[in-house]
């Protein structure tokens, strides 16, 4: 269920998109700002507080990508990206860029509404019983992850950012140590949604958290590749509150 401070900002240079989109979610609630170009994107992120960008691929001047690009290292406002039909390289690339999810086009408004909420719901995600204490720093390999900062903090001290997949998919391998977990488990727990036969969204990521982590992509000594199975994260880890 969305909150009456809801706003999502559409970037998408089809009028028709922005027109139905920001007329679809209305309705269904969200308060929704719809501009043309990257230009307007920076503009409204400057003139309010926003809960999640819709932004398209496809874009006059600098295109989608880039703009994901710049904008992950600025914030980790929720980004759900749109794409070209059947283009897995222009999705990969978007998770790459640090995109949360994407969609192709032509996609359902419906789907589309789905998508958004899931992705609301796993950034605002709360412990089950709040009186009870989670764990603030989770620490493995000499490594730590800050759950109430969601990044990294290095062997060295270094602070290290995460976009809000890779925080979901790193705390997600660091509460099952040692415990291979198939591509579906890994897209479960983290999206909230099964995965087609040629989804690669979580090796995406799996390959983003191996570069965080120094870890060597051909002989990865802390995520570990399951032959057949999927992926483990070989370390013992401690919890601290």
């Not at 989109?21 to 170009?37: D, R």
């Not at 999810?101 to 609301?120: G, H, Q, T």
């Not at 925080?167 to 198939?182: D, F, I, K, Q, S």
Request: hydrophobic share 40%; proline share 5%.
């Amino acid at each position: 269920m969305n909150t009456p401070e809801d706003h999502i900002l559409v970037v998408d240079d089809d009028p028709e998109i922005r027109h139905l989109l920001k007329s679809y979610l209305e309705k269904n609630g969200y308060k929704v700002t719809s501009v043309a170009e990257g230009n307007g994107m920076w503009m409204a992120l400057g003139q309010a507080r926003l809960d999640l960008i819709i932004l398209d691929l496809m874009l006059p001047g600098v295109d989608g990508m880039e703009l994901c690009r710049t904008l992950r290292t600025r914030s980790k406002i929720p980004i759900i990206m749109l794409t070209a039909r059947g283009d897995e390289m222009d999705r990969i690339l978007g998770l790459e860029m640090g995109a949360d999810d994407y969609l192709a086009k032509p996609f359902s408004a419906r789907e589309l509404l789905a998508r958004i909420k899931v992705v609301l719901r796993r950034v605002r995600e709360l412990p089950i019983d709040p009186l009870v204490d989670a764990p603030k720093k989770l620490t493995f390999s000499e490594w730590t992850l800050d759950t109430r900062a969601q990044h990294l903090i290095s062997p060295d001290a270094v602070v290290v950012p995460l976009s809000h997949a890779e925080y979901r998919l790193l705390h997600v391998l660091l509460n099952h140590p040692n415990r291979a977990l198939t591509r579906d488990q890994l897209l479960d727990l983290t999206q909230g949604r099964d995965g087609g036969p040629f989804d690669r969204s979580i090796d995406v990521l799996i390959g983003r958290l191996r570069r965080r982590l120094g870890d060597d992509a051909k002989q990865p000594a802390l995520i570990k590749t399951v032959r057949g199975r999927g992926y483990l994260l070989a370390s013992k880890v401690t919890s601290t509150i």
